[in-house]
């Protein structure tokens, strides 16, 4: 079946700095990829909408210079979250679109755990 | 736009019996609904989904999933519960108007089994 991986799947930085988390699709193509921050016993929050060689689509509220979204090949997305600070600490999840798939079905990574210190 | 509830925050079941989450929709059309189950710390996974046809819907790990339009239901059923069903459950429909074929998650039920 479809894999999706992240990467690093637990992470711990220091306030002010910035934090790359890589989405991959391993076994497929991924022409949209997306975001979501889920935080304890809450259910998933989109963040964004990445598709491959475009800019990403942010959802409201969520800022773009801080949550920076790269997708540059069909197979890898990744977020940057900039200047981190403690309440940015939450558990982030991507999923991505196989292009050969029904429309809106979804992969999903296992998650990246952000603590900011 | 399209949403999804999950009336049940959290339930609680003894290993073995039977179990039913329950989802309700709003939705424009003939909906596309899908469950998702995430174990503490994991991703989604896939468990079913139902886009047109049989409205009965079998899915992985032995659950199934009946789509009701006149209740605007599509609830989860499984008929023997295992402690390692124990996770949260979510159930899901596309979002309004979505070109980027965007999902919109319910709150999600968290299931707890009893050995």
């Known amino acids: 079946g479809a894999v999706v991986s992240q990467h690093p799947s637990r992470v711990i930085c220091k306030s002010g700095t910035s934090v790359k988390i890589e989405c991959r699709s391993l076994d497929f193509q991924a022409t949209t990829m997306f975001w979501y921050r889920q935080f304890p016993k809450k259910s998933l929050m989109l963040m964004a909408t990445?598709?491959?060689?475009?800019?990403?689509?942010?959802e409201q509220g969520v800022e773009k210079d801080k949550f920076l979204i790269n997708h540059a090949s069909l197979t890898l997305s990744t977020l940057t979250v900039t200047s981190a600070h403690p309440e940015d600490s939450s558990f982030y999840i991507c999923?991505?679109?196989?292009?050969?798939?029904?429309?809106?079905?979804?992969?999903f990574g296992p998650g990246t755990r952000l603590t900011v210190t | 736009a399209q949403s999804v509830t999950q009336p049940d925050i959290h339930i609680t079941v003894s290993e073995g019996a039977s179990l039913e989450l329950r989802c309700n929709y709003s939705?424009?059309?003939?909906?596309?609904l899908f469950w998702y189950v995430q174990s503490p710390g994991q991703g989604l996974q896939l468990l079913l989904k139902?886009?047109?046809?049989?409205?009965l819907v079998q899915g992985i790990k032995g659950f199934e999933a009946e789509f009701k339009r006149s209740q605007s239901s599509f609830n989860l059923r499984k008929p023997s519960v295992h402690w390692s069903d124990a996770a949260e459950y979510f159930c899901a429909v596309p979002r309004s108007g979505a070109g980027s074929y965007q999902l919109t998650f319910g709150k999600g039920t968290k299931l707890s089994v009893i050995p």
């Open positions: 990445s598709n491959e060689g475009s800019k990403a689509t942010y």
């Open positions: 939705y424009g059309a003939t909906p596309y």
């Open positions: 999923s991505a679109r196989d292009l050969g798939l029904a429309v809106y079905e979804q992969y």
């Open positions: 139902y886009f047109s046809g049989d409205t």
